[in-house]
Protein backbone atom coordinates (compact mmCIF):
# COMPACT_ATOMS: atom_id res chain seq x y z
CA UNK A 1 0.00 0.00 0.00
CA UNK A 2 1.61 3.34 -1.03
CA UNK A 3 1.86 5.70 1.18
CA UNK A 4 2.88 10.12 1.37
CA UNK A 5 3.42 11.32 4.25
CA UNK A 6 4.00 15.11 3.91
CA UNK A 7 5.99 17.25 6.62
CA UNK A 8 7.45 20.53 7.11
CA UNK A 9 5.20 23.28 6.72
CA UNK A 10 4.79 26.16 9.20
CA UNK A 11 3.97 30.12 9.04
CA UNK A 12 6.84 32.09 7.73
CA UNK A 13 7.75 35.69 6.91
CA UNK A 14 7.68 36.96 3.19
CA UNK A 15 11.19 36.58 2.21
CA UNK A 16 11.99 33.71 4.15
CA UNK A 17 12.45 30.02 3.50
CA UNK A 18 10.70 26.63 4.07
CA UNK A 19 11.98 22.93 3.42
CA UNK A 20 8.64 20.15 2.69
CA UNK A 21 9.27 16.70 3.05
CA UNK A 22 7.59 13.70 1.29
CA UNK A 23 8.33 10.55 2.85
CA UNK A 24 7.05 7.92 -0.05
CA UNK A 25 6.73 3.68 1.08
CA UNK A 26 4.88 0.95 0.04
CA UNK A 27 6.76 -0.28 -3.29
CA UNK A 28 9.35 0.79 -5.60
CA UNK A 29 8.79 4.27 -6.92
CA UNK A 30 12.38 3.59 -9.85
CA UNK A 31 9.34 3.72 -12.65
CA UNK A 32 7.55 6.78 -11.08
CA UNK A 33 7.82 10.91 -10.74
CA UNK A 34 7.03 12.63 -8.04
CA UNK A 35 5.26 15.82 -7.77
CA UNK A 36 3.94 18.51 -5.81
CA UNK A 37 1.50 20.54 -5.96
CA UNK A 38 -0.89 23.23 -3.48
CA UNK A 39 -3.85 24.53 -3.11
CA UNK A 40 -5.07 27.74 -1.63
CA UNK A 41 -8.24 28.78 0.30
CA UNK A 42 -11.30 28.89 -2.57
CA UNK A 43 -8.73 28.02 -5.27
CA UNK A 44 -8.41 24.75 -7.34
CA UNK A 45 -5.43 23.10 -6.31
CA UNK A 46 -2.50 24.42 -8.99
CA UNK A 47 1.13 21.83 -10.59
CA UNK A 48 4.34 23.25 -8.33
CA UNK A 49 6.69 21.05 -9.33
CA UNK A 50 7.68 17.53 -10.95
CA UNK A 51 10.98 15.17 -10.69
CA UNK A 52 11.22 12.22 -11.92
CA UNK A 53 12.25 9.49 -9.48
CA UNK A 54 15.78 7.70 -10.94
CA UNK A 55 16.59 10.97 -13.20
CA UNK A 56 18.02 14.79 -12.51
CA UNK A 57 15.06 15.79 -14.30
CA UNK A 58 12.96 18.34 -13.16
CA UNK A 59 9.94 20.44 -13.86
CA UNK A 60 8.40 23.61 -12.28
CA UNK A 61 5.27 25.92 -12.29
CA UNK A 62 6.26 29.32 -13.76
CA UNK A 63 5.29 30.57 -10.62
CA UNK A 64 7.78 28.90 -8.67
CA UNK A 65 10.72 28.63 -10.75
CA UNK A 66 13.93 29.71 -9.90
CA UNK A 67 12.28 30.00 -5.86
CA UNK A 68 11.48 26.44 -5.50
CA UNK A 69 13.77 23.34 -5.72
CA UNK A 70 13.20 19.49 -5.54
CA UNK A 71 15.39 17.46 -4.64
CA UNK A 72 15.37 13.78 -3.52
CA UNK A 73 17.24 10.68 -1.32
CA UNK A 74 16.91 7.78 -2.93
CA UNK A 75 18.00 6.03 -0.03
CA UNK A 76 15.04 7.51 2.17
CA UNK A 77 12.55 7.48 -0.41
CA UNK A 78 11.98 10.95 0.28
CA UNK A 79 11.87 13.94 -1.51
CA UNK A 80 12.16 17.73 -0.43
CA UNK A 81 10.51 20.94 -1.80
CA UNK A 82 12.87 23.42 -0.85
CA UNK A 83 11.21 27.03 -0.66
CA UNK A 84 12.66 30.32 -0.46
CA UNK A 85 11.92 33.99 -1.33
CA UNK A 86 8.64 33.07 -0.03
CA UNK A 87 5.60 35.49 -1.26
CA UNK A 88 2.34 35.48 0.36
CA UNK A 89 0.61 34.03 -2.64
CA UNK A 90 2.58 30.86 -1.78
CA UNK A 91 0.23 30.31 0.96
CA UNK A 92 -1.32 26.70 0.27
CA UNK A 93 -1.89 23.38 1.18
CA UNK A 94 1.04 21.35 -0.21
CA UNK A 95 0.43 17.98 -1.33
CA UNK A 96 2.71 15.33 -3.13
CA UNK A 97 1.67 12.82 -5.14
CA UNK A 98 3.37 9.85 -7.20
CA UNK A 99 2.49 8.75 -10.99
CA UNK A 100 4.01 7.40 -13.95
CA UNK A 101 3.23 9.92 -16.79
CA UNK A 102 5.72 12.07 -17.18
CA UNK A 103 4.31 13.79 -20.37
CA UNK A 104 1.20 14.70 -18.28
CA UNK A 105 2.86 15.77 -14.82
CA UNK A 106 1.04 19.08 -14.48
CA UNK A 107 -2.60 17.45 -14.46
CA UNK A 108 -4.02 16.53 -11.45
CA UNK A 109 -5.34 13.49 -12.98
CA UNK A 110 -1.94 12.25 -13.77
CA UNK A 111 -1.43 10.65 -9.76
CA UNK A 112 -3.15 7.89 -8.35
CA UNK A 113 -1.46 8.60 -5.06
CA UNK A 114 -1.38 11.67 -2.71
CA UNK A 115 -0.20 12.44 0.54
CA UNK A 116 -2.29 14.18 2.97
CA UNK A 117 -0.97 17.54 2.67
CA UNK A 118 0.80 19.98 4.88
CA UNK A 119 -0.33 23.82 5.19
CA UNK A 120 2.35 26.57 4.84
CA UNK A 121 1.87 29.96 5.51
CA UNK A 122 3.76 33.10 4.43
CA UNK A 123 2.82 36.43 6.66
CA UNK A 124 3.59 39.98 4.59
Known amino acids: QVQLVESGGGLVQAGGSLRLSCAAS????????IAWFRQAPGKEREFVGA????????YYAGSVKGRFTISKDNAKNTVYLQMSSLKPEDTAVYYC?????????????????WGQGTQVTVSS
Open 97 to 113: AVGTNWSTAVRISTYDY
Open 26 to 33: GRSFSNYH
Open 51 to 58: SRWSSPST
